[in-house]
């Protein structure tokens, strides 16, 4: 009989107390070699290559797993990726030390999202076995999901929620993550604080917008909706309260005719950032939280310590002056976490939160996968058939 830990529910174990160990299993037979999607440079959408060379991934930590990846999804961090964006933050992150002086990032594959199965483990993990179904968020300074068998930590990977195909649940885990981060770790919110409280969602019709929703709704907020007219529907359909039009005028003359806000998530940035706090409730703890921040751009444009300084010295200043104001302004962004997974895998399992799909390609199609999220106005995820069926 097997029973839950405490911390999480990610400690598992025997009736009897011990804990089910295991060693190393490998692959029935070597593999040195698979198919995959990748980028030998930085550019538009002909960069792209298909390759069955690609090398296979390799166990180096004992916490690490491998997974043989039957969907995944596209995220608009792949075609910021895909052009270069955030490449100095990211290969500081690859390689901290500079030990690989002569290497580059390259082959690359992107993609964040998988949903598989487990197909090896390493010496350290006990929670997962082989044959496993799970799901995960790849960190971004890792080799991507675009390929048939993908490398993780077992701290970032979760058991797929069972009411969902692999398909589905691609959909998921890099939006649910993100949106998780801005509103739980960053905003502070959670199941038993969120009644009644009046959040704004700017740009509620992409992935994190549509899962922002959904998300709140389950903790029993009320919900302000911010996207297109033709989106309205769907948005309407995941549980907003109010859904408001940016196309039919003034957005902000628009949102000033409402009560004021507990909280604000910005996922569009750019020019709202400018009025948008102004509709929170003054001296009450009322948070605005961006995901369009400059990080990633001001290591790119600076280097990395004058791109760190300058951020810090940009977000310190903005969180000082909007304090004096009387409200919390803050940056958040994606962060990978199995336990995190766990908790929106037991909203989707009891119906509170579902997939959002816009359209799937077949792993054949991955360039025009591409083209499509590319195009912008997506209702819902990109998502990928790795293996035809699911």
Not at 132 to 157: C, H, M, R, Y
């Amino acid at each position: 009989m097997l029973s839950w830990g405490a911390a999480g529910g990610r400690a598992l174990r025997w009736a009897n107390g011990r804990v089910p160990t295991r060693g190393f299993r490998a692959s029935p037979r070597a593999r040195i070699a698979m198919p995959s999607w990748v980028i030998d440079r930085y550019g538009s959408n002909e960069v792209l290559r298909f390759t069955r060379e690609m090398m296979f991934p390799i166990i180096h930590f004992p916490n690490e797993v491998i997974i043989k990846v039957h969907a995944a999804s596209l995220n608009p961090i792949d075609l910021s990726m895909r052009s270069g964006y955030g490449a100095t933050a990211l290969n500081m992150k690859r390689d901290p030390l500079k030990l690989k002086a002569g290497e580059t990032e390259f082959p690359l594959t992107l993609g964040r999202d998988v949903s598989g199965v487990v197909m090896e483990c390493g010496l350290g993990v006990s929670y997962f076995k082989p044959g496993d179904e799970v799901w995960a968020a790849i960190p971004p300074w890792k080799q991507g999901t675009l390929s048939e068998f993908v490398v993780a930590s077992g701290n970032e990977v979760s058991f797929k929620p069972k009411c969902l195909s692999h398909t589905e649940a691609a959909a998921l885990p890099y939006v649910g993550l993100t949106a998780w981060s801005a509103l739980n770790q960053v905003g502070g919110l959670n199941q038993s604080n969120c009644s009644g409280k009046r959040i704004l969602i700017l740009g509620a019709s992409g992935g994190v917008g549509t899962f922002a929703v959904q998300l709140m709704k389950a903790w029993d907020a009320h919900v302000t909706a911010v996207c297109s007219h033709d989106a309205s529907t769907l948005v309407k359909k995941l549980g907003a309260d109010d859904v408001i039009d940016y196309k039919s005028g003034n957005l902000e003359e628009q949102l000033k005719t409402l009560p004021l806000f507990d909280f604000i998530l910005d996922n569009v940035g750019g020019s709202t950032e400018k009025w948008a706090l102004d509709l929170l409730k003054k001296w009450s703890g009322a948070t605005y939280v961006t995901l369009v921040t400059p990080f990633l751009i001001n290591m790119d444009r600076l280097g990395v310590a004058d791109g760190m300084l300058q951020t810090g010295v940009t977000v310190g200043s903005k969180t000082l002056k909007h304090l004096l104001k009387g409200v919390h302004y803050r940056w958040a962004f994606f962060m990978p976490s199995g336990p995190s997974l766990d908790e929106i895998a037991e909203l989707v399992d009891s119906g509170k939160i579902q997939p959002v799909i816009d359209e799937v390609f077949s792993f054949s199609e991955v360039p025009e996968a591409f083209l499509k999220l590319e195009g912008g106005h997506a209702r819902g995820k990109t998502v990928i058939n790795v293996i035809s069926r699911q």
